[in-house]
Nanobody, 124 residues
Framework: QVQLVESGGGLVQAGGSLRLSCRVS????????MAWFRQAPGKGREFAAA????????DYADSVKGRFTISRDNAKNTMYLQMSNLKPEDTGVYYC?????????????????WGQGTQVTVSS
C-alpha cells in the first residue's frame, strides 16, 4: 500500500514563496512518475507539474511555468514543489500523486495514488 502525505502549505502574501513536500511511505518511489495537482475553491482539480521517475522529464502547466519547480529525492522517498512569485489565483488545495509508470504526464486518471492535500492560500 502506497501512502502519500503532503506538507508545507500555508498562508502567504502575493509575491511570496512556499515549498511543498510529498512524503511517500509503504513502498519506495521506485519507477513511479509523480505529479502535483491543485484544486481552487469551486473548481475542478487541475494539473500543476509532473516529474519522471529519474527526474529527467518535467512538465508544467502554463499557469505556473517559470514560477514553480518540481523535484524529487528518491533516496528520501520525497517529492517537492518550490513555488515562487505566488499569486492569489494559486490559492487552493495541492495534491501529490504517484503513478505505476515511470512518467504519467498531466492526466489525473493516469495516477493511482493520491495524498489528502495541503492548503495553500495566497493573499493579495
Amino acid at each position: 500500500q502506497v501512502q502519500l502525505v503532503e506538507s508545507g502549505g500555508g498562508l502567504v502574501q502575493a509575491g511570496g514563496s512556499l515549498r511543498l513536500s510529498c512524503r511517500v511511505s509503504g513502498r519506495t518511489l521506485s519507477s513511479k512518475g509523480m505529479a502535483w495537482f491543485r484544486q481552487a475553491p469551486g473548481k475542478g482539480r487541475e494539473f500543476a507539474a509532473a516529474i519522471s521517475w529519474t527526474g529527467g522529464i518535467v512538465d508544467y502547466a502554463d499557469s505556473v511555468k517559470g514560477r514553480f519547480t518540481i523535484s524529487r529525492d528518491n533516496a528520501k522517498n520525497t517529492m517537492y514543489l518550490q513555488m515562487s512569485n505566488l499569486k492569489p489565483e494559486d490559492t487552493g488545495v495541492y495534491y501529490c500523486a504517484a503513478a505505476d509508470s515511470s512518467y504519467s504526464g498531466s492526466r489525473a486518471l493516469s495516477y493511482t495514488y493520491w495524498g489528502q492535500g495541503t492548503q495553500v492560500t495566497v493573499s493579495s
